[in-house]
């Protein structure tokens, strides 16, 4: 059952807590209701796309209190911080590279160098993100493929049942998702067009491109063809899918029981789990990059994973990582 929280003391505090043990809860922003889930906990953001039923792993947004918080796990060049100044809390996001240091799982950022980092105005929400004092990753609380929600009961007519609770602070004053600037490829591009409007975007920082763009927001579109995605990670090592074991020269990417034998192993789930595989996907695969390469192999062969559940969405990324290079 998914408790229904009021944005009271107590509510907030019952949110906060279910968030820091793995849970997933849902709440409003001045945008829509976004499915939060600790950011800093891979298992955590990987029952987000779970709950969701996402056949991608698209980034997520995550969610901080402050500009402050938010710097500290990206580099914010002046133009971000002119942008955060005019218009944080607010309905904009901006995509700015990681941090080394940034705790973020890698799975919110579905793997990239970059991460889309947003303050949200909204009393709940404010209260919620200080009260768990770490990065919230949310994407809008609607299962894949249905509209954004914009009130408690909109959340839990697609997800009753599938998350731990929903925070209920009324209808969402916004309405449409955030407006989603990158500023990580130089000059700032507009990724998706939302609650800001681009011409007071403009009038703060001078013209932003759009159009086709590297980083494209739409990553379900893009990820197809991966050499689209300029920062995307794609292991160096080419990935041969749906191995029985590995040959001589590959690492293996394991899940289930593995075969003995292989030099280089990373074990995605030994009891075949596949919200533990995703949360491990990325940091795996980079993983056995560098302990491949280090070991002189070849490549990656990756063991089967079923299509059930998240394992839709492993299986669409080892096909990236699969596909040729261009
Ligand atoms: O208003 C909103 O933005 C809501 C509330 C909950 O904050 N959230 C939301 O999240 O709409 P979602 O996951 O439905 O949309 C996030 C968008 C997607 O288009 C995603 O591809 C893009 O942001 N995005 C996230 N991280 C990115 C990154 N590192 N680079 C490029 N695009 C990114
Ligand atoms: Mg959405």
Not at 8 to 31: C, K, N, W, Y
Not at 101 to 115: E, I, N, S
Not at 164 to 189: K, Y
Not at 217 to 244: D, K, N, Q
């Amino acid at each position: 059952m998914t408790e229904r929280l009021h944005d009271d003391d107590a509510g907030i505090a019952r949110a906060a807590e279910l968030l820091l043990s793995g849970g997933l809860v849902a709440f409003g922003t001045e945008t829509v209701y976004g499915l939060g889930a600790d950011a800093t906990n891979a298992r955590a953001v990987a029952a987000v796309f779970d709950a969701k039923g996402r056949p991608h792993f698209n980034p997520l947004i995550c969610h901080y209190l402050d500009a402050e918080a938010a710097f500290r796990h990206v580099d914010a060049p002046a133009v971000a911080r002119e942008l955060a100044a005019r218009f944080w809390p607010g309905p904009l996001t901006l995509v700015l590279p990681r941090r080394v240091t940034c705790p973020v799982a890698l799975l919110a950022g579905a793997g990239l160098d970059t991460l889309a980092v947003r303050v949200p105005a909204g009393e709940a929400a404010s209260a919620l993100l200080r009260r768990v004092g770490r990065p919230v990753a949310a994407p809008s609380a609607n299962r894949s493929g249905q509209v954004s929600p914009t009130t408690a009961e909109h959340v839990l007519a697609g997800l009753d049942g599938r998350i731990a609770a929903v925070l209920d602070s009324g209808p969402c004053a916004v309405g449409v998702e955030s407006t989603v600037l990158d500023l990580a490829a130089g000059r700032p591009f507009l990724l998706r067009p939302g609650g800001v409007p681009l011409a007071d975007l403009e009038d703060a920082v001078g013209p932003i491109g759009r159009g086709i763009t590297p980083l494209a927001a739409e990553a379900p579109r893009t990820l197809r063809s991966p050499g689209l995605l300029v920062s995307h990670y794609a292991p160096l090592l080419p990935v041969r899918l749906g191995a029985a074991a590995a040959g001589p020269d590959e690492a293996l990417l394991a899940f289930g029981a593995a075969p003995a034998g292989a030099r280089c192993v990373f074990q995605l789930s030994e009891a075949g789990d596949l919200v533990e595989a995703a949360s491990r996907l990325f940091a795996g695969l980079r993983w056995l990059d560098d302990e491949g390469a280090r070991l002189g192999l070849v490549g990656i062969a990756a063991m089967p994973v079923p299509l059930d559940g998240l394992g839709l969405a492993i299986n669409d990324r080892l096909q990236r990582a699969g596909a040729p290079r261009r």
